[in-house]
């Protein structure tokens, strides 16, 4: 990467380097032609195939359901372990608002517990402190792609008869001791937006080891329609409308490029991990100073570096979070936001009445957390070129 020189004989990069960008090859759009070319584009053999090469990927024992979204996951998840009104579900406020507009959508109640700050992941002891008569349900978000706690998490919810719904959004590929992300509940939901670690466009999957909770995700995600009883013993293709179901399915279009995206899996993580490893070299000194860098995984964990989430330490510094993303921006660096801590947005405010102090990690996070740029065809020189406007940025606004 070459560069010019701005105001201050600084180094500027000469193109914006974006905070986040798929890595769609060759592989991926000769498949998209062939699948146009094939006259079959919606639900079909493509998206079979994703499926079994994700329950594959996932160690081969489970079923896997491809949907259009990650929050369609998320929505059939909830559905399919019975939640409804008059049922709450513990979980973070420190994630996208689809984690919990799906257990309200489901007529459910969220119940949020506040997180660790070095982490950004749901604190176990302050989930069981949530437990209530009504808890059916503890879904933790395993943010940025290291996992929860689920030994302590999977410890209070057997103890307190719940069941576990991962949001492995972040985390197709991550592992604990446990195993890995999204294999350790009832259902897990996996996201394949274009940020995240695998992508089909969008789309997403659920997964679950329980046959039931996949059947009734199958059906729920086409309308509540299936193969009736009847139909099937005739070998026919008549149809039965059971409940009220939506438009969930994925398109053979998405599971073309997704085919080629779980070949690279693996790939793909070790290289994210590799700029994380840039990052952390590089911005080490700062660490506990001006910013806090994410932690690493344990050794024996794979980290699926979906995020990589810095935290400004502002006491220290003469700017806030959107002059820092500013002065990133000036420097042709872009930033990601993750999160605004659900808790402090006005519409779970009024609905859930919850204030600010009620969470204070999360909210304390909210205010200082910055996504650098993180995707595997960044090179070290990209990583190289972040760092140095990192430092450069906050050595000059140091207090
Ligand atoms: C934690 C979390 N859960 C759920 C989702 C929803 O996934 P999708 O965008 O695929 O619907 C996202 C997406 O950003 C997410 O970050």
């Known amino acids: 990467m070459g560069h010019d020189f701005g105001l201050n004989n600084q180094p500027l990069r000469q193109n914006f380097l974006p905070f986040n960008r798929p890595q769609i090859g060759d592989a991926e759009i000769a498949e998209v032609l062939e699948t146009m070319r094939s006259g079959w584009l919606t639900t079909g053999q493509r998206v079979e195939l994703l499926e079994a090469a994700i329950s594959k990927y996932l160690g081969g024992d489970l079923e896997v359901v491809c949907v259009n979204s ?41 119940v949020f517990a506040d997180i660790d700050r070095h982490t950004l992941n749901i604190r176990p002891e302050l989930v069981e402190a949530a437990i209530g008569p009504r808890t059916k349900v503890v879904l933790p978000v395993h943010f940025a792609g290291l996992c929860c706690d689920m030994e302590a998490l999977g410890q209070i919810a057997k103890h307190h008869g719940l069941a576990i719904i991962e949001d492995a959004a972040h985390a197709f590929g991550a592992a604990c001791e446990q195993g890995l992300a999204g294999c350790l509940g009832v259902a897990g939901c996996f996201s394949f937006h274009p940020t995240k670690p695998i992508t089909t466009g969008e789309g997403g999957a659920l997964v679950s080891r329980d046959p039931t909770i996949a059947e009734r995700a199958r059906i729920l995600a086409f309308h509540g329609v299936t193969r009736g009883a009847r139909a099937r013993a005739a070998g026919t293709a008549d149809y039965e409308v059971v409940e009220l179901g939506f438009k969930y399915n994925m398109l053979d279009l998405q599971a ?37 860098l994410p932690p690493d995984a344990p050794s024996d964990w794979t980290h699926s570096w979906h995020l990589y989430v810095i935290k400004l ?8 979070r959107a002059g820092f993303r500013a002065a990133l921006r000036e420097r042709n660096i872009g930033t990601g936001l993750h999160y605004l801590s659900l808790h402090l947005q006005p519409f779970y405010a009024r609905e859930l009445g919850c204030c600010p102090e009620d969470f204070p990690e999360a909210a304390w996070a909210s205010e200082r957390v910055v996504s650098l740029p993180l995707f595997a065809d960044m090179t070290q020189e990209d990583a190289a070129d972040v760092a140095a406007a990192v430092i450069e940025v906050l050595k000059q606004n140091a207090r």
Request: without cysteine; hydrophobic residues 50%.
């Open 313 to 320: 330490n502002l006491e220290r510094l003469n700017l806030d």
């Open 256 to 292: 073309a490029i997704g085919l080629h995206q779980i070949a690279k899996a693996d790939e793909l993580r070790r290289r994210r991990a590799a700029i994380a490893a840039v990052y952390r070299e590089l911005l080490g000194d700062l660490d506990g100073e001006l910013l806090w």
């Open 70 to 110: 990650g929050t369609a996951a998320l929505h059939l998840a909830v559905l399919g372990a019975g939640l409804g009104p008059g049922d709450e579900v513990i979980t973070t406020p420190m994630t996208w608002p689809a984690t919990v507009n799906m257990i309200m959508l489901a007529g459910a109640r969220p």
